[in-house]
Structures are given as structure tokens and as C-alpha cells.
């Protein structure tokens, strides 16, 4: 028991921007690449607040070197004027949270994604530099900051050829982001995704790293925007615009179905992306399950006995784009980092646009429909047919999953979910090693033999019926599909372990692809990981070594001269204590977690490659892949 006294002395107060830097993952998520790209995005959601509310019509932003980036807007310029509390309004901006211009109507914003009046100082806080300068009338206002967020002097002013907008140039402090760099392709999707949803606007995003410069400007943009989305995958139907506006909140909305078997829903408030979707998104599902269920029984395809489709039934395959526009006294986020809308009322705009709009082109665009409800009743029956294989599997009884199963599956002794780990392993070899290595108490180990189904391309019948996927639908035990739940999952780990070579990383694609398509919650849970077996071990006299990458044995070569080597082609080669050692042994191993930082970078990367689109296919691979020795991989 600890004899230190808790008494008022014990309470600190953190002054200013102490608190960002204390905790910046309250502010921007996390501190890695992720984090770091969320610092451009604050910079660049205020630029495009400025051309939303019809405030110039070009944005540029130039990433200057791996932690250096700029952005340069044509709207009114920051204020700069002295503030009521003694200082210039800019350096209260940048220094002082919660302060911005979109607390009230004084502040000209009629919508804006900016709410918490944080994100400019927050900027600040975690960078090394940052400078901004404001241009109004021939005028250039200039103030400058250093070591998170410190003025470094006052606010300077001399004259411009420039006559409206903002520049920001900032330093990521690499104390709070160590080795983390910004990735061009990252920044232009983001941005193009932003392009699509503001029409006419112009983008123009540099990298001087690389000499290269990409512009993004759409006239049409959510049909546009969707037409990108499926342009490697077969449609349905053509694309659904609907647009309106109730209670001062503007909707607008693409709808397409697809031939594939997840709903991927872009939703956006303000131009922000909501990751975790909320009350427009809820308005959404609710409105397209009534109409769909209400025209299905009016043309017969529901009869009078039917229960209705349900809402899992009417989304899958379906592409949306759902954008809405809300005043700022409406806008309420969930967090600082906007993931999810929080507004009561625009889930009653989005119903109630959907509900007056849809009908209307279902009836004028009859043949879609049919298609679409035709889609929607395959889904149901296979719906059906998948929760019936989760409930037996859940049950875990039952001669069919005892029978798939058996032989295979070397079950963990314990039933803790929270602690079990599922290995699955390349092969009967390497499974066997496994098995003899493992803590029985906790891991379990499921073999697969030869390289699973492409999913990417396969029918949702081919899954249930391929013995591999089947083996595993099962061992996860938490169904598949549109009826997966994740809370069922037997394990809370699941760790593809496979070779170290071609054969090796395709079979991990091949179970990624098909987690992503068909399981998408475990790896939206942090549940799937990737297992790094050593390529080598290595002796330099009496001394042993595992290397896991070919710098390592540069390294190790580079200490020791000679050394003795014993490459490990597959994981069948090593012994089960070595296997343990190397790759199982959570006091030791190194796993690679898998995380989706972006739902549509990773879908289209996924359709991209695993698709049956050659020529889209090869055309990316020859853009971002270098096959030279010398060049690294370009590749997220």
C-alpha cells in the first residue's frame, strides 16, 4: 500500500497548450501516420469551410519535406485584428483552445465542419513550427510559433501582391510523431474525396519530395465520386441522385448497388467523412428499408404471408454517398475527432428526403428496381442460410460442424474469448510444429491446405460450400456476412501465420480479402493480426541469432564478418521450440495488426487487386510498383 498523500498539491493544472501535448491522443486520435495526416486535415477542413460557404475557389497543398506540409486557401483570411484579450485574433487561433469563428452567426459560417474551435491550435500544439500568415487587401499579416505552439514574436505586416486568404506552414514535432512521414497518395485521396463533394472547387496538392503534383476539380461530383467508386465492379443499376433540404439541413445522396455482398457507406457532414456514421446515417437505413419493403409488396415480390426484408438484406451490395449540410446551432459531433453526427434532426431531414424522393424513381425506373429487389431477395435467403451455420456454430454441436472440424482444429483447453488466440497456418507441416509448440491452455491452431478463395470474385453460395472459408467460418464461430456478430467470436485474436515468401503473402491476401469483404468487424475490432516468422538463423561462433529481415543480417554481418546461416524457406522447416520462440510466444513474437485507416482507400484496393479487372489491375501495379532491386516498394 502506497504511503503518498493525495492532497490538493497533487492537483495539476495544465496551462494552455500543455494539455494537447500532455495527451494528444484525446485531440487527433493517435500518434503515429494516422495522427499525423489528422493535423493536414484540420488545416485543410478550414480552407474548405471557406470555399463551402462561397469563399474562393481554389486550395493548394504542398508537402515540403516528410513532416513539413503547407496549405494556401482564397477565402476572407483569418482575423487579424486585436482581440479583447490583448493579443491579435490570429495568435488567439492558434493558442488558445475552443476559440474560432464558428461558435455564432458572427462568424459568417452558415455550415462548417469546425465546431470545437480546437483544430488550429491543436496543430500547433503538436508541431516543432508552424507559421500563418493571413492576406487582406494588398496586405500580408504574418505571425510565427515554435516548440509546440510558443509565439515567436509578435504579429508582422507588410505589403502583398496577394489580396484574400490564408497560408499555414507547419513542422510536426517528432518528439510527439517520431519517424512518422507524410504519404502523397494518402493526402490526394483524401483530397480528391473532398473535390467530389464540393463541386467546382479546385485542389491542387504537390509533393516536392518527389516532384510531383496532382489537381482534383469535379462538375458532377456525386456521380462522379460514385463512378469512381465502382469502377472496376459491375452495377446494377445506374446511379441514384436524390437531393432536398428540411429543417435548414441539405441533403444530398448517391445510391448504387453493386454485385458484391458488403454495404460501403461514405458519409459526410460538412465535407468531414463521419467513420462512425450517426443520425444521418441512421435516417438513411431506416427510410431506404420502408421504401423498398412498401414497392416490393406493391409489385408482388413480398406476398401478403412474407415478413418484410430486412435492413442487412436491403444494404448489401449497395454504395452510398451521403452528404449533408447543417447550420452550425444544429451541429453536434460525437468527439473532437467527428466521427459521428450527433444531431437529432438530421436523421428526419435524410428520412424525409429518401421517403418523398425514392418511390419516385423506382416507379419511373422500373427494370432498376426489379434488379435491385431481386438482389435484396438472394441476399435474404442467404442471410438466412448463414445465421442458420452461425447458430450450429455457436452451439458448436452437431454432427455437420464436427465433421468439418474434426482432424482439423486443435482447440484452445480455455473458453476465455477475451484471452484465446486462433492461429491459422500455412499448411499440415507448419501446422503440426504449431500445435506441438503452442500453450494449449489459450492458442488454438486451425491448418488450411493449398490457398484459399479468392473472394474478391467468388459468389456468396461458392464461400459457404469452399471447405477451407467453411472451416473457418465455423472456428470463428460468429457467422459470416451480413450476419456476422462480432461479439460471438470464439477468439480475440486471430493470427494468419504463413511462409515468408510469395506463396506466403498470397494466402495472407487471400484470408485479408476475405476478412474484409465477409468478416470486416474483426479487423475493425483489431481482432486479425499477421504473424512475422524469422527469414534466418544465424551463428557467429558460439553465439545465435533470429533475423527477420535481410537489414538485420546486413547488420549482424556488418558486427560479426562470418556468420552461419539456416534460411527458413517455410515454417514447417523449424522446430516447434523454435517456432514458439520465434513466432507464437507472446513474450517475444512480433505480430503486425491489421487496421483499415480508410474504408474507401482499402475498398478500392481491394477491388483494385483481387478483382477480376486485369487491365485496372496491371495499370495500378505499373503506377505504384517498382520491380528493381534498388527502389523500394511504392506502396501503402
Not at 236 to 258: P, R, S
Not at 268 to 274: A, F, Q
Not at 537 to 554: I, M, N, Q
Request: aromatic share 8%; hydrophobic share 35%; net charge negative.
Amino acid at each position: 500500500m502506497s504511503n503518498t498523500e493525495y492532497t490538493a498539491s497533487s492537483i495539476e493544472i495544465l496551462e494552455g497548450l500543455d494539455a494537447v501535448r500532455k495527451r494528444p491522443g484525446m485531440y487527433i486520435g493517435s500518434t503515429d501516420q494516422k495522427g499525423l495526416h489528422h493535423l493536414v486535415w484540420e488545416i485543410v477542413d478550414n480552407a474548405i469551410d471557406e470555399a463551402l460557404n462561397q469563399h474562393g475557389k481554389n486550395i493548394y497543398i504542398n508537402i515540403e519535406d516528410d513532416q513539413t506540409i503547407s496549405i494556401r486557401d482564397e477565402g476572407r483570411g483569418m482575423p487579424v485584428e486585436a482581440h479583447q484579450s490583448g493579443v491579435s485574433a490570429l495568435e488567439v487561433i492558434f493558442t488558445v483552445l475552443h476559440a474560432g469563428g464558428k461558435f455564432s452567426e458572427a462568424g459568417g459560417y452558415k455550415t462548417s465542419g469546425g465546431l470545437h474551435g480546437v483544430g488550429a491550435s491543436v496543430v500547433n500544439a503538436l508541431s516543432a513550427s508552424l507559421v500563418a500568415t493571413v492576406y487582406k487587401g494588398n496586405q500580408a499579416y504574418t505571425m510565427e510559433f515554435e516548440n509546440g505552439g510558443k509565439p515567436k514574436g509578435s504579429l508582422k505586416k507588410e505589403t502583398s501582391k496577394e489580396t484574400q486568404g490564408s497560408f499555414v506552414r507547419f513542422s510536426a514535432d517528432p518528439l510527439i510523431f517520431g519517424n512518422a512521414r507524410f504519404n502523397y497518395n494518402t493526402i490526394c485521396e483524401r483530397v480528391q474525396e473532398s473535390a467530389f463533394l464540393l463541386e467546382g472547387i479546385r485542389f491542387v496538392v504537390s509533393d516536392q519530395r518527389i516532384d510531383q503534383t496532382r489537381e482534383f476539380r469535379y462538375e458532377n461530383g456525386l456521380r462522379e465520386f460514385m463512378a469512381y467508386i465502382h469502377e472496376d465492379t459491375e452495377v446494377l443499376n445506374e446511379t441514384i441522385l436524390l437531393e432536398g433540404e428540411q429543417n435548414d439541413i441539405n441533403v444530398k445522396m448517391a445510391l448504387q448497388y453493386n454485385g458484391g455482398y458488403h454495404e460501403d457507406t461514405y458519409a459526410y457532414v460538412n465535407l468531414v467523412r463521419t467513420q462512425d456514421g450517426g443520425t444521418h446515417v441512421a435516417g438513411f437505413r431506416s427510410g431506404l428499408t420502408k421504401v423498398v419493403n412498401e414497392y416490393a409488396r406493391k409489385h408482388g415480390v413480398l406476398k401478403e404471408k412474407d415478413k418484410n426484408f430486412e435492413g442487412n438484406d436491403i444494404r448489401e451490395g449497395l454504395s452510398l454517398i451521403l452528404s449533408v449540410s447543417i447550420p452550425e446551432n444544429l451541429l453536434q459531433f460525437e468527439g473532437q475527432t467527428k466521427g459521428k453526427l450527433g444531431t437529432p434532426s438530421a436523421r428526419n431531414a435524410v428520412e424525409g428526403v429518401l421517403l418523398e424522393q425514392l418511390p419516385y424513381y423506382f416507379d419511373t425506373h422500373h427494370e432498376d428496381a426489379m434488379n435491385i429487389l431481386a438482389k435484396i431477395q438472394k441476399a435474404s435467403q442467404a442471410r438466412l442460410a448463414a445465421r442458420k451455420a452461425r447458430e450450429q456454430a455457436r452451439k458448436g454441436k452437431g454432427r455437420r460442424i464436427e465433421k468439418i472440424l474434426s482432424g482439423k482444429l486443435a482447440n484452445a483447453q480455455t473458453k476465455n474469448k477475451d484471452k484465446n488466440e486462433l492461429f491459422l497456418v500455412e499448411g499440415d507441416s507448419a501446422g503440426g510444429s504449431a500445435k506441438q509448440g503452442r500453450d494449449s491452455k489459450f492458442q488454438a491452431i486451425l491448418p488450411l491446405r493449398g490457398k484459399v478463395l479468392n473472394t474478391q470474385k467468388a459468389k456468396f453460395e461458392e464461400i459457404l460450400k469452399n471447405e477451407e472459408l467453411n472451416t473457418i467460418i465455423h472456428t470463428v464461430g460468429a457467422g459470416v456476412g451480413q450476419d456476422f456478430v462480432l461479439k460471438d467470436s470464439n477468439y480475440k485474436k486471430i493470427i494468419i501465420m504463413t511462409d515468408a515468401d510469395t506463396d506466403g503473402a498470397h494466402i495472407q491476401v487471400l484470408l485479408l480479402t476475405f476478412f474484409f469483404r465477409h468478416m470486416r468487424p474483426l479487423i475493425e475490432a483489431g481482432y486479425v493480426y499477421i504473424a512475422q516468422p524469422p527469414l534466418y538463423r544465424v551463428k557467429a561462433g558460439k553465439e545465435s541469432f533470429y533475423c527477420y529481415t535481410e537489414d538485420e543480417l546486413d547488420d549482424l554481418r556488418d558486427k560479426y564478418g562470418k556468420l552461419e546461416l539456416q534460411r527458413y524457406k517455410g515454417l514447417g522447416e523449424m522446430n516447434a521450440d523454435q517456432l514458439w520462440e520465434t513466432t507464437m510466444d507472446p513474450q517475444t513474437r512480433n505480430l503486425i495488426q491489421v487496421q483499415i485507416d480508410d474504408q474507401l482507400i482499402a475498398d478500392k484496393r481491394v477491388s483494385t487487386l483481387m478483382g477480376d479487372k486485369v487491365g485496372i489491375r496491371r495499370e495500378w501495379i505499373e503506377e505504384n510498383v517498382s520491380f528493381t532491386l534498388e527502389e523500394e516498394l511504392n506502396v501503402e
